[in-house]
Each structure stands twice: as C-alpha cells, then as structure tokens.
C-alpha cells in the first residue's frame, strides 16, 4: 500500500504503469491514468498488489461512500439590511441553497430587520465522501436574501456562507451540541456588508452508509 501511495504523490513514478485499470463490482473494467483517479478525490482499496508490482497494471476496487442528511435550517431573523424601494425598506425573504435543493422563507414586508423564526427543511439530501471527513468539514450552505417587488423579479439584497453543525446517525441528539445555538452571519453584496442573518443550521444523518459508484 506503501507503493501505491508513493504513486499517488508522485514520490515514485517508477514504481507503476501510468495508466491502470480499475475494477467496480457490477460494472465492467475501466483503465486511466493513475492521477486521473487521485484527482477524481475517491477512496481506493488496493486489491491486488505484489510488493514487485513490475509492468502487470494495478488493479483497483473504488469504493465512495454515500451519506444521507437531513438539514434543518433554523431561521430567526435578519438585521441591517439594504434598502431596495423607494420607501428606503424592503420586502426580505431568504432562500437556503445546499447540495442540489433549496427553499425560501415567507416573505417580510417593509422591514430592513426581518423576523421569519422558521425552521427550513430539506430532505433526502445526498453526498459522497467519509463522514468524519464531512463532520470535521461540513461543506458551506449559501443563504441569500431578496427584496420581493410586487412587480417584476426579486431584487438581490445580499448572501451570507453558513456552516451546519453535523450529527451522525449513532451520535445522541443532546446538549450541548444539539440544538446548535444560533449565530449571527455576515450578508454581502459583492465586497459591500448588505447585513447580518441570526440563523442556525443543523445536518443529521439519516441512513447508514451505503456504497455506490
């Protein structure tokens, strides 16, 4: 395994073929070059190395893990923000964006400091990787707000980038990680601060691991 790793850095390209063939259970043999696959970011189990790999091509069995979520998205309130009509307030809503799925919040009127207190949904979200890697780096929920016009599209008023705090599926729903408190996160248009979000995220595994590619 020692060798395969020393291939992957680039610390012994003697060591192997450049191209290697690549086997899936259920699917049919497939072949690319070695750094294609680190660069794809799977996890490989070497099947079948010799300590003298010599010029036979390595064989690799690529398993991705797939984990299952619930995010809850617990939205309180917004304040600061930029005035979108002519009134110098605004009509705010926010839409919750992560993974593939999104939802919004009921719409504000005329307010610049919006208190929706929701807690936001989304269902059967999906993503590949170990889950300890994604508990110790959850990827980033984007929030963005807009002022709703009666007429015509909604105006951009801001995004704020979140982090959810996450739950595995053998780990207690309990203080003091859960519920996650809430905190306040920084709105901006462009380089320009549009306002803060009091919002709190949370990401709950639902199903054990499963295996596909």
Request: proline share 5%; glycine share 6%; aromatic share 12%.
């Amino acid at each position: 395994m020692a060798n395969v790793k020393k291939a992957f850095t680039g610390e012994g390209k003697d060591l192997v073929d450049p191209y290697v063939s690549v086997s899936f259970a259920g699917h049919r043999n497939a072949a690319g070059r070695l750094e294609e696959y680190f660069l794809f970011g799977c996890f490989l189990e070497a099947s079948m190395i010799d300590k003298k790999l010599g010029d036979k091509p390595v064989h690799f069995e690529v398993s991705i893990e797939k984990q299952n979520f619930q995010l809850r998205a617990h939205m309180y309130q917004a304040r600061s923000l930029i005035g979108s009509d002519a009134s110098g307030l605004s009509d705010p809503f926010a839409r919750v964006a992560f993974a593939e799925q999104s939802v919004c919040t009921q719409v504000i009127e005329e307010t610049l400091s919006p208190t929706w207190d929701e807690m936001l949904i989304l269902n059967e979200v999906s993503m590949y990787g170990l889950m300890q890697e994604i508990t110790d780096d959850p990827p980033a929920i984007v929030v963005e707000l807009f002022d709703q016009d009666q007429v015509g599209k909604a105006e951009f008023i801001g995004r704020a980038v979140a982090k959810p705090v996450v739950k595995m599926s053998n780990e207690e729903y309990e203080q003091p990680k859960f519920p996650p408190r809430l905190e306040w996160w920084d709105i901006y248009r462009g380089s320009e601060k549009a306002g803060e979000l009091l919002a709190a995220f949370e990401l709950l595994q639902v199903k054990i691991k499963q295996f596909a590619f």
